[in-house]
């Protein structure tokens, strides 16, 4: 069982930069592939990006390329979104999962969810 819980979200303006934290429990955390997906108010939840288990492979959806930027400490059971150059369409509630298939990117399949962190992006 992996519990996993969010944190950094808030309120930015366009433009601005958030980095959102997600603290994982369990000591297998390590095996995982670890993920950020986002659902924003009347739409379905959607991938965001993926980091394998060794953290040395990452992958993106295409909205967010070269703005955000994944990444994960094993050593402090903690995966991180940078995000950068943020957008009114980025505001969603941001989810951390994780995958037992620790090199699974994409497309993730999700065995773990946490429960969401808010993001809002003013124009």
């Known amino acids: 069982q992996v519990q996993l819980v969010e944190s950094g979200g808030g309120l930015v303006q366009t433009g601005g930069s958030l980095r959102l934290s997600c603290a994982a429990s369990g000591r297998t955390f390590s095996r995982y592939s670890m993920g950020w997906f986002r659902q924003a108010p009347g739409k379905e939840r959607e991938f965001v990006a993926a980091?394998?288990?060794?953290?040395?492979?990452?992958y993106y959806a295409d909205s967010v390329k070269g703005r955000f930027t994944i990444s994960r400490d094993n050593a402090k059971n903690t995966v991180y979104l940078q995000m950068n150059s943020l957008k009114p369409e980025d505001t969603a509630v941001y989810y951390c999962a994780a995958d037992r298939v620790g090199d699974r990117l994409g497309p993730m399949a999700p065995n773990y969810w946490g429960q969401g962190t808010q993001v809002t992006v003013s124009s």
């Open positions: 980091v394998g288990w060794s953290g040395g492979s990452t």
